[in-house]
């Protein structure tokens, strides 16, 4: 009987958050909107320090059988984003800007949404042009090849690195099905130390790493 584990964490990239804004959403447009504009990122409430931050992956593994092959059953089941090495003893939803916390049910959970399986770390400052390569994708011609989007693939695809070098602020993709809870990690000061989105299929909090900051 097979069983998932996480059997690896591992840094994916940096990633520069200038403004200390951070939008955590899909960076594709809206499936409905047929003008393909800016997709209104769900920008968080709390704001981070602005710097150079790493973005880490915890990797789960369950082999399996299908139609006679085997396959190593290799997923991301957590992403992080990591404010400080501190050490984080308790964990809180974190809310955006537009949420309001008098209308959520005790229980209920908020995050973003993402019909394309695919979420986001960014800067909330520089959010237009870093989500611009997703947008030009959808808006060529629908009757001739498609190019790629103009990003940095990372680990075999499993990420994507979209940056604007003139305000120095980055983008970078991560795996995200249905509707993804972003968790915020404190110290025992308060602030924090971690945002990380666990994916929907695994437990929502993931251990990252042998230590107590996750």
């Not at 097979?2 to 940096?14: A, G, K, L, M, Y």
């Not at 594709?28 to 150079?52: A, C, M, S, Y």
Request: hydrophobic letters at 40%.
């Amino acid at each position: 009987m097979s069983f998932i584990q996480v059997v690896e964490v591992t840094e994916v990239t940096e990633i520069r958050i200038p403004s200390g804004r951070l939008i955590v959403d899909s960076p594709w447009p809206e499936d409905d909107d047929p003008e393909l504009k800016t997709r209104v990122g769900r920008e968080l409430e709390e704001r981070i320090p602005p710097g150079v931050f790493r973005v880490e992956a915890a990797w789960t593994q369950a082999p399996y059988e299908f139609m006679g092959e085997y396959f190593d059953g290799r997923e991301v089941a957590a992403i992080r984003l990591r404010v400080t090495d501190a050490p984080v003893v308790r964990w809180e939803m974190a809310l955006g800007v537009e949420d309001d916390i008098e209308r959520i049910r005790p229980g209920g959970r908020v995050g973003f949404n993402s019909e394309t399986n695919m979420g986001s770390f960014a800067d909330a400052a520089t959010w237009p042009s870093l989500t611009d390569p997703f947008r030009g994708f959808w808006q060529e011609s629908p009757g001739g090849p498609r190019k790629g989007h103009n990003t940095v693939t990372l680990f075999d695809g499993w990420f994507e690195r979209a940056s604007d070098d003139t305000h120095e602020a980055d983008l970078v993709t991560f795996p995200a099905e249905g509707t993804s809870v972003v968790w915020l990690g404190r110290t025992a000061t308060g602030s924090i130390a971690s945002v990380v989105v666990a994916d929907g299929y695994h437990s929502c909090v993931v251990t990252l790493s042998a230590d107590s900051s996750v």
